[in-house]
């Protein structure tokens, strides 16, 4: 085949058009064009930003949250400026975004609902912060350290050292529990049941002794002792501690408790199992009546 002809057929399939949006055609060659400007504005962004974190950013006394939110907003400002860019080279004309919203309802009309909403959730997480990039949270039963928050997702280290992705409507509309949203200390609650036969003034004196005695417990709010309820077997405590690491939490707690058992053997004091009392009756003879037939 010459060579004029197969230019003549490739020139034919790239300009063949496919669809019309307003007044444009558009065609194979248009899409292409298209996405070779996205994909070239979608490597530029990531590159400035990164070359704008390491230069720039990490130079100034700003939180990680606080220096992702500004390389994430650079990002999302060049993506939308390559998007006009792109869309202007085929002719489409963007005046008052008419056809990004028409694009957007074709879009949640073909079930991009979720996409949508995690889109903007993935917004108010970056701008309104009720999480950031190294704050410790807890999602369900998962707890770990978020990573990265992109467009559909958020990612959290869990402390199984394992990336937990969670959609980010989730931290919209689900509770979260964040350790590290406004302040580093925090307040963790030790629960200890003892045997009634105690000196609860030794219990109370034993716990606070612990809990001084550990070096990651603040004394400054000082340790305290609350006495919940009378327990079936037990009267039950609470030793109530502050902390300034919640990322620590799980190892203190753990800490406080085996010195909580050392401490109370050290005094005698004992943590009973819990006890049911069963009572037993004799079961008193049947007495059974024969009838002699006359």
């Given amino acids: 085949m010459p060579i004029e002809t197969l230019y003549s057929k490739i020139s034919e399939v790239v300009n ?55 390389k994430r907003s650079i990002e999302y400002i060049l993506l ?26 074709v879009g949640i009309g073909f079930g991009l609902q979720n996409i949508t909403s995690n889109f903007i959730s993935g917004l108010i997480l970056l701008f309104e912060q009720p999480i950031k990039v190294g704050d410790r949270v807890t999602v369900g039963d998962t707890e770990g350290d978020v990573t990265e928050i992109n ?31 406004d302040d580093t200390q925090v307040r963790i609650d030790i629960k200890v049941g003892v045997s009634y036969n105690s000196d ?4 109370i004196q034993s716990l606070k002794e612990v809990a001084l005695d550990n070096s990651e417990v603040l004394k400054d709010p000082q340790p305290d002792v609350l006495f919940v309820e009378f327990g079936d077997s037990a009267w039950n405590l609470v030793l109530q501690v502050w902390i300034n690491d919640p990322k620590r939490h799980d190892h203190i707690r753990s800490d406080i ?38």
């Fill in 151 to 181: 467009i559909r997702s958020t990612t959290i280290r869990t402390l199984n050292d394992i990336s937990y992705i969670v959609p980010n409507s989730e931290f919209i509309s689900s509770k979260v529990i964040n350790w590290t949203y």
């Fill in 80 to 105: 939308i400026i390559g998007v006009i860019i792109a869309f202007n080279s085929i002719n489409v004309d963007l005046s008052g975004l008419a056809v990004i919203f028409g694009l957007l309802s």
């Fill in 200 to 203: 609860l003034d030794l219990v």
């Fill in 257 to 294: 408790n085996c010195a909580i058992v050392h401490k109370f053997r050290e005094n005698n004091i004992e943590i009973p199992f819990p006890q049911s009392d069963v009572h037993l009756y004799s079961a008193r003879p049947v007495q059974v009546q024969s009838h002699t037939a006359v």
């Fill in 16 to 70: 063949f058009v496919l669809f019309t949006l307003g007044d444009t055609k558009i065609s194979l060659g248009s899409i292409l064009k298209f996405v070779i400007i996205l994909l070239i504005f979608v490597f530029l962004a990531r590159r400035l930003a990164g070359w704008i974190t390491i230069k720039i950013l990490q130079r100034l006394p700003l939180r990680e949250g606080t220096r992702y939110v500004f």
